[in-house]
């Protein structure tokens, strides 16, 4: 009889509708008390963002100066002291004033010697496979030899003979002599009294003007005067 009742009370309709509430409260207890305890879903791991395709370097280009850059024609400069009477110094004012002017050009690439002869020189062009020897000795000139004196030569009386040796032969490619002219800007003739303080001017424009020579002869652009 009892059981009877029970059954009864469960299959009431006012009894069903407690119990599914109570089955919906429970429910919405548990995420509540979930997050009330500090415990969170798990985060979803995503993917990281697809990295950019790698892109070859691009190849390091010479500079211009580097491609155009090209060794000069390498010039050996050396004299020989033919005349007792006359100093060094005067050989080495017109070695100067060469080198001074080669060394406005990127096409030639010059450099001293010691004191050398002629067959010295020329051995040194024999023994090299692309240097040029650019040889020269002071002769006093013929016009001025009657006043040139038996003693010291003054320096204004003084001329420069000279010759290039080609290298691997040492045949002479060319040769001449420079005489003391006195030049102003452009090459203009100007007076200039002849003592010894103008001829060591003069020298060395008469190195200048050798230097100038052997660019002619080597096929290279003189330099702009810088006169």
């Known amino acids: 009889m009892q059981q009877k009742k029970l059954n009864l009370y469960w299959t009431h309709p006012r009894t069903a509708a407690v119990l599914c509430i109570a089955i919906l409260f429970a429910m919405s207890i548990v995420p509540v008390s979930q997050a009330q ?4 879903p798990p985060k979803q791991p995503t993917s990281p963002d697809p990295l950019p395709p790698k892109q070859d370097e ?10 155009n850059s090209t060794p000069g024609i390498p010039v050996k400069v050396g004299w020989y002291l033919q005349n007792m009477n006359t100093s060094s ?6 070695e100067d004033g060469c080198l001074e002017r080669l060394s406005q050009t990127n096409s030639v690439k010059a450099s001293p010697t010691k004191e050398l002869n002629r067959k010295q020189a020329i ?11 650019l040889w020269f000795e002071l002769e006093v ?27 691997g032969t040492g045949k002479t490619k060319t040769s001449g002599h420079v005489y003391q002219r006195p030049r102003g800007p452009g090459g203009l003739p100007i007076p200039l009294p002849r003592t ?17 020579r052997l660019l002619d002869t080597l096929s290279v652009a003189r330099p702009p005067d810088r006169n």
């Not at 110094?89 to 017109?94: A, L």
């Open 89 to 94: 110094i005067y050989s080495r004012i017109v």
């Open 123 to 133: 051995d040194i062009a024999k023994g090299s496979s692309d240097t040029y020897v």
């Open 196 to 212: 010894s303080g103008s001829a060591e001017y003069l020298l060395r424009n008469c190195g200048r003007e050798m230097a100038d």
């Open 37 to 40: 305890s500090g415990r969170r």
């Open 58 to 67: 691009p190849p390091i280009k010479p500079s211009s100066k580097d491609q």
């Open 141 to 167: 000139d013929l016009a001025d030899s009657d006043r040139a004196g038996m003693g010291g030569v003054n320096p204004q009386y003084l001329s420069v003979r000279f010759e290039v040796f080609t290298p």
